[in-house]
């Protein structure tokens, strides 16, 4: 009755407004969260209800904009579906640090609409940045480009997806949200070395209520999201984890907040598993990864929670937001050097992996006792993955003249697409699809395909005008993902492509070494 009582209010918070009601206690709030002793004047600590709104945080950035025309500038990438423009910041201060020598740093917030700290928190380190003369040494050695509020629809109604009831954070490869491709789209441009997105996690969720007498919640502050996708470079991926995620954690620790590795849960044959990291690219943590970019999204404890602790909410967004510009001011070179090493891989194509899967103990608040307790949990490791499905790393993947949807989405993932400029004969990997299954209820709006494909080495004449997309770019991991049809979050997977079983795909691997 008691766990009764709890789902009740978990699914009452989940369907109220974010800033309606909070099921967690005050004796939780009072031990394991209270709020910092730190004086913030964004948008919404000058109010007591509610959250910052799109006008609140333009009245906001303007005058911050307006006197520091020589650090910042302000543009707009875009409109939300309402047609409300979509702001970015760049800072870009002259100083002795040639441009080709610093560090861009990508910082996002608000891409899920009940998620306030988010936005608040780089609002704070947006004024910080240009008034704290503490923090204004980093713009010497970075280039940050700030959208603070990127599902602005959302944010105004205090809802998860955008307008169309599409998750912008599950659309980062099929892109069917006109904010996606704006945010995606200003994100290639920028060419990113660092990126951060910033989210807030909801800490009371069903799967916890049968722990203990009343159930367990979430412990920590804060959880970092980073990529164990096979197709980023090893090498980046320790990077983002030893050198990135090693000095926030440390900072957090230093400030006693405490932070984990970012989890989910679900299903798993009537188990609860624990989903640990991510491989997928239709979300940022991975889909920024492949663009060979240090990636991680950051999950704030807060969703459900309306303003309890949202001080120490915001505060935490900012802390880790410090930490990763100030571990980029002090290693631009190292930066560089594993960035240049990721583009040089020339590893082989992983098309399906598989997550370690292992039992482990996890920490949780038992919210009878009020206290922390460990429980021992079957843990899909992400970061742990291994693959199941491999194919030779080709030159260049070679696509037909009429696949301008593909075009149009790959150039907006910041990949740089030539043609032939004559028709020419070649030896190439064709795709078949020797098996085809397609979802009969919708996800994300789209039916899922999934595909069995066999590969074959003929030689075929593609016409003048035949797209060819290297492998030799920064970008290249996202070619990879959307392009091999098996794989989780590729185009064929979403749809974006129709295709039946027998038929060849019109898109081609090109093995042979020497460009065309």
């Not at 306030?116 to 480009?145: C, F, M, V």
């Not at 904010?179 to 910033?198: G, H, M, N, P, T």
């Not at 060819?468 to 959307?482: F, H, M, P, R, S």
């Amino acid at each position: 009755m008691k766990n009764l009582f709890l789902v009740i209010l978990i699914a009452f918070s989940s369907i109220c407004s974010a800033q309606m009601f909070s099921p967690q206690t005050k004796e939780v709030t009072e031990k394991f969260f209270p709020d910092v002793e730190v004086e913030i004047n964004t948008p919404a600590f000058h109010k007591k209800k509610g959250f910052t709104t799109y006008k609140e945080m333009m009245n906001f950035l303007q005058p911050l904009v307006d006197q520091h025309p020589e650090e910042v500038q302000l543009k707009f990438i875009g409109k939300s579906q309402r047609g409300l423009e979509i702001p970015m910041l760049t800072f870009n201060k002259a100083s002795d640090t040639s441009e080709k020598d610093k560090v861009r740093v990508w910082i996002q917030a608000g891409i899920h609409g009940d998620e306030p700290a988010s936005t608040e928190g780089i609002l704070y380190l947006i004024q910080q940045l240009l008034t704290n003369k503490e923090y204004q040494h980093l713009l010497d050695r970075l280039e940050i480009g700030i959208v603070p509020m990127a599902n602005i629809d959302g944010f105004n109604d205090q809802v998860r997806d955008a307008k169309n009831g599409l998750d912008l954070n599950r659309d980062q490869t099929k892109l069917n949200a006109s904010e996606s491709i704006y945010l995606k789209q200003a994100f290639s441009d920028f060419k990113a070395e660092v990126a951060l997105d910033f989210h807030e996690y909801r800490p009371f969720r069903r799967d916890f209520v049968h722990y203990r007498e009343y159930g367990v919640t979430n412990p920590y502050d804060v959880m970092f999201l980073y990529s164990g996708n096979l197709n980023v470079p090893k090498n980046l991926r320790e990077f983002t984890e030893d050198t990135f995620v090693a000095n926030a954690k440390s900072l957090l620790k230093e400030n006693n907040l405490r932070a984990y590795n970012y989890f989910s849960t679900s299903d798993c044959e009537g188990y609860t598993c624990y989903n640990l990291g991510s491989v997928n690219a239709r979300s940022s943590a991975t889909s920024y990864a492949l663009a060979n970019t240090i990636s991680t999204l950051i999950e704030v404890r807060g969703v459900g929670l309306g303003k309890t602790s949202f001080k120490r909410r915001v505060m935490t967004t900012f802390l880790v937001a410090k930490a990763y510009l100030e571990t980029a001011y002090n290693h631009p070179e190292e930066v560089k050097k594993e960035i240049e090493q990721a583009v040089n891989s020339r590893a082989e194509v992983v098309v399906k992996s598989k997550r370690k899967v292992s039992r482990e103990e996890m920490s949780f608040i038992d919210l009878a006792e009020n206290k922390l307790v460990t429980e021992e949990v079957i843990l899909r490791n992400a970061l742990a993955s291994f693959p199941t499905l491999t194919r030779e790393r080709p030159t260049a993947y070679l696509i037909l003249p009429t696949q301008e949807k593909l075009i149009k989405r790959l150039k907006v993932l910041g990949l740089e697409v030539e043609q032939l400029s004559s028709p020419k004969t070649l030896e190439v990997e064709s795709y078949e699809i020797t098996d085809y299954y397609r979802d009969s209820n919708k996800y994300e709006k789209v039916h899922r395909q999934k595909v069995s494909v066999a590969t074959h080495t003929i030689t075929k004449t593609f016409p003048k005008g035949t797209y060819v997309v290297y492998l030799d770019q920064k970008n290249a991991g996202l070619a990879i993902e959307t392009l091999e049809p098996e794989a989780a979050n590729s185009f064929l997977s979403y749809d974006v492509i129709a295709t039946q079983k027998g038929e060849e795909l019109p898109y081609y691997r090109y093995l042979t070494p020497q460009k065309l």
